[in-house]
């Protein structure tokens, strides 16, 4: 079967059924979070104030001769929309709908020009998510099966949320919490965060796994100082503390400080960023953002790189979405999944969920639906063309 047409579109989100009151407003509406812009200090740490962020969610759309059709979710506003327009689309329109590893090379092959990251990997990425929904929905059967799956029962996940008391209360056992502090910040910024880290873990007890998440926040000099300070709190893993661009500084750091796990790679994208993380022995965890990184295709091949070199593969924010639940389900070295919670307090999940056919966490586990495709269930009556709002 053909491809018809692949379009970036809009996506009608159902609004969040909260007829629950909140007992509070959620840690993700005013903990400070540093980005590496916060080396300059006009610009705020606070949530929703970062340069760049406010860009809406792109959605592509790719449907079939036959009027079936998918649906991926990617990111980052009109430059991926543009991508997805004017570079995929004429690639790939008039192909063989079922044929995802043809397409992924062909893509790739056409995007290196474009740096075959970024605003590429993303539009990649919606574009692959859309081809694995469709090729479920054809063939009838959840993507996880067709990767192989499943693999385990359900997935394991950790709460990534400053609100410990409410991620205990839902069930979770495993807990990851923001970093306030950019390493221009110096000895002030390291003592903030040793207390942020006692305290979380004289909430969670000992026995859980507890991470942290800098964002590219730090350098090499403050993160080895701050990690010889978090030792005694026995951090899972520490996340993300350097730009993507840092490698060799990453497996320095891993080396200097073996009592504590290197994680990264949500601003990693695609297979060759991966490997060269796993290649340089720089992580002990890989993060891919199946939305942001090529998509499930990607992830899939980094997941294999990974695995090969025991490294394991946790993708960024994966248990939120339907994408990432299909991956945890059919990825053997993946051994728990992100659930970020943001939501308020209080709130039972199953109100919060922005993508309908969704699956949530209950007691920490998460199953996703067998529905075809990523089991989503939009009409097309939700679906615009990008642009027309
Ligand atoms: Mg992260």
Not at 131 to 137: N, P
Not at 156 to 166: I, V
Not at 359 to 369: D, I, L, N, T
Request: net charge negative; with cysteine.
């Amino acid at each position: 079967m053909k491809i018809k047409s692949v379009k970036a579109v809009i996506v009608k989100l159902p609004e969040a059924a909260s007829k629950t009151r909140p007992t509070r407003l959620s840690w993700n509406k005013s903990a400070k979070r540093a980005m590496p812009v916060n080396i300059y200090p006009e610009y705020s740490n606070l949530p929703g104030e970062m340069p760049g962020g406010g860009l809406k969610t792109v959605w592509v759309q790719v449907t079939a001769e036959d009027g079936t059709w998918g649906l991926g979710k990617c990111a980052f506003g009109d430059p991926t929309a543009a991508f997805v327009n004017t570079v995929i689309a004429p690639i790939i329109e008039g192909q063989n709908c079922l044929a995802i590893e043809y397409l992924n090379d062909l893509t790739l092959r056409v995007s290196h020009r474009f740096g075959s990251s970024g605003t590429a990997s993303t539009a990649m990425a919606g574009v692959d998510l859309a081809l694995w929904d469709l090729k479920g929905k054809i063939l009838n059967q959840p993507v996880y099966s067709l990767l192989g799956g499943p693999v385990r029962d359900s997935i394991t996940c950790y709460a990534t949320s400053d609100d410990l008391d409410w991620s205990q209360e839902l069930g979770f056992t495993k807990f990851k919490i923001t970093n306030p502090s950019h390493y221009s910040d110096g000895d002030t910024g390291i003592r903030t965060v040793v207390e942020h880290v006692a305290k979380a873990r004289s909430l969670v007890g000992d026995g859980r796994d507890l991470m942290i998440n800098p964002v590219m926040s730090f350098n090499v000099e403050f993160a080895l100082r701050l990690l010889e300070q978090l030792r005694p709190y026995n951090l899972r893993w520490f996340e993300e503390p350097l730009v993507p661009t840092n490698t060799e500084g990453l497996a320095h750091l891993r080396r200097a400080a073996p009592w504590v796990a290197i994680a990264t790679g949500e601003d990693h994208h695609g297979r060759h960023a991966f490997l060269d993380l796993v290649e340089k022995r720089a992580v002990d965890i890989i993060q891919p953002d199946l939305s942001w990184g090529g998509g499930l295709t990607e992830a899939m091949k980094a997941h294999a790189i990974a695995e090969m070199c025991g490294i394991a593969t946790i993708p960024h924010g994966g248990a939120n979405d339907p994408f990432g639940q299909h991956f945890a389900m059919a990825a053997t070295e993946s051994p728990m999944a992100e659930y970020w919670l943001g939501t308020d307090p209080g709130v039972p999940l199953e109100e919060t969920v922005r993508i309908p056919g969704t699956a949530v966490p209950v007691e920490g586990q998460v199953k996703p639906s067998p529905e075809p495709g990523f089991g989503m269930q939009f009409e097309s009556g939700d679906i615009a063309d990008w642009g027309s709002n």
